[in-house]
């Protein structure tokens, strides 16, 4: 978790993620558990003082936050995927930048 900011939270984070088939929830399930439990060699900041060690399925056409991180998701894969740019675009100039105009951090990252 190369974005975070802080180490110290009042309360666990929560990881919501959007509902697929069964399969699929069980293995995001089992990957999480994991590095949960092996934070220290996989994922530095990643454990269960700061991660909540449950992992919750949502549906994301109820759930705002998880829908809108799928639209911010799709767009930019789209822009790798189909070399459409369109909303990528668009969502890059929300991302925050230095003066310069040098993103700041994980926010953004061009691909060549």
């Known amino acids: 978790m190369l974005i975070k900011k802080t180490t110290h939270y009042e309360q666990p984070i929560i990881v919501m993620l ?20 092996n934070h220290r060699t996989n994922l530095k900041g990643f454990d269960g003082n700061e991660f909540s060690p449950t992992l ?3 549906d994301s056409t ?3 936050g998880v829908q809108l991180a799928d639209f911010v998701a799709g767009a ?5 995927e189909q070399n459409d740019k369109t909303y990528s ?3 890059k100039e ?3 930048t230095t ?13 060549k």
């Open 62 to 64: 109820f759930t705002f």
């Open 76 to 80: 930019l894969w789209r822009g790798v």
């Open 94 to 96: 929300k991302f925050p």
């Open 18 to 37: 959007d509902s697929r088939e069964k399969k699929h929830n069980e293995r995001m399930y089992t990957l999480y558990r994991k590095a949960i439990e």
């Open 99 to 111: 003066d310069s105009g040098k993103f700041i951090g994980y926010s953004y990252i061009v691909c």
């Open 56 to 58: 919750n399925f949502v």
């Open 89 to 91: 675009k668009k969502l």
